[in-house]
């Protein structure tokens, strides 16, 4: 066991550690923010691989340890607490392997990153508005649960309630690793509010899950942005109607993998602070270009993975909610529940979970592990 091959693909990870761990400490290399950021990430990463890793060293040494005791020693007493350390060391090892190999597997750069959730209601005209609202909310309580911070940066409400459209930023740990998997188009079937004959209808809702932009992830040429100010509409006290705290952002952008120009505009009515609505604006400027800029980067990642988990297809139709029935069916993995009010209630990490093991399966067949 002490040559396992496993072993030898972590041979010079703890040279690596010490490396980054001096480089991080270096005033040049704080001064390279982008730099400095890529490699305390990598950091982080060696360290957690190296905490597991020596943890299987270290039961692989106490089986040949306890092994050799068996071959040398007469002692009956020694020669059964050898044989329990066998029996308790060797079931650990399969598990620490499939950990090991999961840890060796490259992340996905983005996935520390906040994120920007968009949803906006599609075939259904009032349901569907209706049902983005359920997602909304749907949301907005599983990130309590997590202990991220939500905050609405714009919203158009539907005509019979719920949501046109909602705009979310979310900001805490690893929440684009984690909601990446809500990207595409969810499909709601049940009797509206509106249907006098209690018949079930069919509509949709796209949810966009984007990575949000650092400021060094993208260049803004700043002679190309054009501030307006105008008085925030809608509830929010006096103080919302009178003072001119939303802010209006135009851009115009050059798409650099097409070449075509096209003009951002973005609103931002988020609090009562102009400056911190500009902040914010800027925020989903940043993220719209960082999105656009690296679509390429997500698809040649699709196609080469050709994986059935985040495809970065947002046209895709990925769950269904069934009220009639009380189920939820991810498209995806085939994965169907029968818990939906729960689940609208914010109870979805059970589904993300068997989506990551979906995934975690692919990128290790890929990787040969």
């Known amino acids: 066991m002490a040559d ?4 030898q693909r972590l041979d010079g990870l703890d040279a690596r550690f010490d490396e980054i761990g001096t480089l991080i400490t270096d005033p040049a290399v704080i001064a390279d923010q982008k730099r400095y ?4 990430k990598e950091y982080k990463s060696l360290e957690n691989l190296l905490a597991v890793t020596n943890r299987y060293r270290g039961l692989l040494q106490d089986i040949d340890d306890a092994k050799e005791l068996l071959d040398t020693e007469s002692d009956e007493d020694l ?18 392997e499939e950990e090991i190999k999961l840890l060796l597997i490259p992340e996905d750069p983005e996935d520390s990153k906040n994120v920007v959730l968009e949803i906006r209601g599609g075939t259904g005209g009032d349901e569907a508005a209706l049902f983005a609202g359920d997602l909304a909310r749907m949301y907005t309580r599983f990130c309590e649960t997590r202990g991220w911070n939500v905050q609405v940066s714009s919203c158009s409400e539907g005509a019979a309630g719920g949501f046109k459209e909602i705009i979310f930023s979310i900001t805490g740990d690893s929440v684009y690793g984690t909601l990446k998997y809500e990207s595409g188009v969810h499909r709601v079937q049940r009797v509206p509010v509106t249907e006098t004959q209690g018949r079930v209808h069919t509509s949709a809702v796209s949810v966009a899950v984007l990575p949000e932009a650092e400021p060094f992830d993208v260049h803004i040429n700043e002679g190309e942005k054009k501030w307006d100010t105008f008085r925030s509409g809608g509830a929010g ?30 609103e931002c009515t988020e609090t009562r602070d102009q400056p911190k609505n500009k902040e914010r604006a800027l925020a989903r400027l940043r993220t719209f270009i960082y999105d656009h800029e690296h679509q390429k980067y997500v698809d040649d990642i699709a196609s080469r993975r050709k994986t059935l988990v985040s495809t970065g297809d947002r046209s895709a139709k990925i769950r269904t909610y069934n009220y009639p029935q009380g189920r939820i069916t991810d498209h995806r993995i085939g994965y169907t529940i029968y818990n939906l009010a729960a689940f609208m209630d914010g109870d979805i990490q059970d589904c993300i979970d068997h989506l990551i093991v979906a995934e975690n399966a692919e990128k290790l067949k890929e990787a040969e592990l």
Do not use: C, H
Request: charged share 20%.
């Open 4 to 7: 396992s091959p496993l072993l």
């Open 79 to 96: 020669r059964a607490m050898a044989r329990e350390q066998i029996d308790e060391a060797t079931p650990q090892i399969p598990k620490l």
């Open 37 to 40: 950021v890529k490699l305390t």
């Open 237 to 266: 006290g006096q103080n919302v109607n009178k003072v001119n705290s939303g802010v209006r952002l135009r851009y115009m952008w050059t798409n650099p993998n097409t070449g075509e120009q096209q003009e951002i505009l973005i």
